[in-house]
C-alpha cells in the first residue's frame, strides 16, 4: 500500500496537480469497480456459508482490491472538492490540522497512554466503545494550536 501511495504522490494525483476531468473518471472507474468486487465477494461468501478457511483466504482478496478501489475513488472525489469553491471554511481548517499531524500524534498518544496504562488513571479494559469515543475524540481536539502549525513539526 505504502507504494501505490508513493506512486500516486510521484504522479501528482493526490497533490491535486491533475485536471478536474480526470478526477472524474478515476472516481466513475474506481467507484463502481470498487462497490462490483466488493459485491461479488460478499455473495461468495454467503455462499460459502461464511466458511472461515474461504473468508480468510480467497474472500479475503475480494475485499482488499474492492477496498483499494475505493480509496482511490475516494481520493478522487476529495481532490474534485479540494478543486472546487465548496466549503471553504472547512478546506482552510483541515488544511491547519494536516499542517499539525505529527504533533497531534503525539500529544493523544501521551494523553491516551495517561489514561489507559497503569502509571496514569489505568482505565485500559474499563471502558466501553461509547466512552472511548468520547475518550479519543477529546484527545485529538485537546491538540488543536491556533496558529495550525504544531510545536512538533519541523520549520520550513
Same mark, same amino acid.
Given at each position: ?16 496537480? =491533475?485536471? #478536474?476531468?480526470?478526477? /472524474? ?5 474506481? %467507484?463502481?469497480?470498487? !462497490?462490483?468486487? @466488493? ?49 471553504? =471554511?472547512? #478546506?482552510?481548517?483541515? /488544511? ?5 499531524? %505529527?504533533?497531534?500524534? !503525539?500529544?493523544? @498518544? ?47
Amino acid at each position: 500500500m505504502m507504494i501505490i501511495g508513493m506512486i500516486l504522490y510521484k504522479k501528482g494525483i493526490i497533490t491535486g496537480q =491533475k485536471d #478536474k476531468a480526470y478526477y /472524474k473518471k478515476i472516481f466513475l472507474i474506481c %467507484f463502481p469497480l470498487g !462497490i462490483f468486487i @466488493s459485491s461479488v465477494g460478499l455473495y461468495r461468501s454467503y455462499e460459502s456459508g461464511w466458511n472461515g478457511i474461504w473468508v480468510m483466504n480467497i474472500g479475503h482478496y475480494y475485499n482488499y482490491i474492492a477496498s483499494l478501489l475505493m480509496a482511490i475513488a475516494y481520493l478522487a472525489l476529495i481532490m474534485l472538492w479540494s478543486q472546487s469553491d465548496m466549503l471553504v =471554511k472547512l #478546506k482552510t481548517r483541515l /488544511k491547519a490540522a494536516g499542517r499539525m499531524a %505529527f504533533t497531534n500524534y !503525539i500529544l493523544s @498518544s501521551v494523553i491516551c497512554i495517561t489514561i489507559f496504562y497503569g502509571h496514569g488513571l489505568g482505565l485500559f479494559g474499563r471502558l466501553d466503545r461509547l466512552e472511548q469515543v468520547f475518550v479519543d475524540a477529546h484527545a485529538g481536539v485537546g491538540c488543536h494550536v491556533r496558529e495550525g502549525r504544531g510545536a512538533d513539526e519541523t520549520r520550513d
